[in-house]
């Protein structure tokens, strides 16, 4: 799934050409139409995901999308609307691995203000070990801790929410988490 | 805040009208553009917010805006680009309240699917009881449990909300909860 942030020069409403300013009781600048009225609003983007678990083994997927073409990632991806965070997590397990999952718990919560984004990982119970790469996936497959690609993870969240399970597993009590993530110091 | 859900009509990076179908690869319909070949993408927004809370007492808000003009909510509202999930909660206490807060942990998450919004709201701590409204607020104020105006809540997810806090206060031990809200029956 690919995001879309295209400046607005136009009114997706009535096609014509937008001024950026800030509307009269807001406080932001906005791509505001002054031929039919409409005020474009762009805010961040919801991507939803499960750390789906069989017995001792976790489900992971190798990308065969940019960006991170070829590393590890949970299955995860854009919520769509007219769902709900937890649907759209399950869809997306069953998308990148054909995988049938019960989501449980929301389990990691995190801000990505520089990308725009903010990331809902829930854990899941992998219903079935009979998966398979989906369109967006080379690969797929159960690992147990050992097995974790740790120099092949696609994204910082990934990493986290893997720590943090592992963490949690040890003592039985998952304890959901928050936070931010920045980008990395150069 | 109002948030747009314009149909899509002509492409915002180029002002070609849009065409709607299935992207390749894709399984949902999108606006397309073939002239620039933009994909426009709708996704679910995030209204973020918080119970900021001094004493035994907590801040809320009577609404000056529509949806629910009148009714008393938590601030909140939609995130915006570029912040956090807990930055923009501390924002709209400031906004709406002129309250500062220290954001805490994340607290409830609601789905909303049939209006494709996703709430998120964080307990915090207000550092200083002098509020006073913002422009969409009409009154603010700080209330015990027994001032709650349970009958002129603006939201559902202010009820539950609510209802989580002053039950986890009982014991001390606060529990985040996650889940979905669907429109009442009728």
């Known amino acids: 799934m690919i995001t879309c942030n295209?400046?607005?020069?136009y009114c997706s409403a009535c096609g014509s050409p937008v001024t950026h300013r800030i509307p009269e009781g807001d406080s932001l600048a906005r791509a505001v139409c002054d031929t039919c009225g409409t005020i474009h609003y762009v805010n961040p983007k919801i991507v939803v995901g499960c750390l789906p678990v069989f017995g001792d083994r976790i489900l992971m997927c190798k990308r065969a999308i940019e960006p991170r073409y070829g590393l590890w990632t949970l299955p995860a991806g854009f919520m769509e609307i007219n769902e709900s965070a937890a649907e759209g997590a399950a869809r997306e397990a069953l998308e990148e691995a054909n995988a049938n999952v019960e989501i449980e718990d929301l389990y990691t919560v995190y801000s990505i203000p520089h990308i725009s984004q903010v990331y809902m990982m829930f854990r899941a119970r992998l219903l079935d070990p009979d998966?398979?790469?989906?369109?967006?996936?080379?690969?797929?497959?159960?690992?147990?801790?050992?097995?974790?690609?740790?120099?092949?993870?696609?994204?910082?969240?990934?990493?986290?929410?893997?720590?943090?399970?592992?963490?949690?597993?040890?003592?039985?009590?998952?304890v959901p988490r928050f936070g931010d993530i920045h980008p990395p110091q150069r």
Chains 1, 2 share one sequence.
């Open 6 to 9: 295209a400046v607005i020069n």
């Open 131 to 174: 998966v398979s790469p989906g369109v967006e996936s080379l690969e797929v497959k159960l690992v147990t801790e050992e097995e974790i690609p740790w120099d092949q993870l696609a994204f910082a969240m990934v990493k986290r929410t893997l720590n943090h399970f592992l963490e949690d597993r040890r003592t039985g009590i998952f």
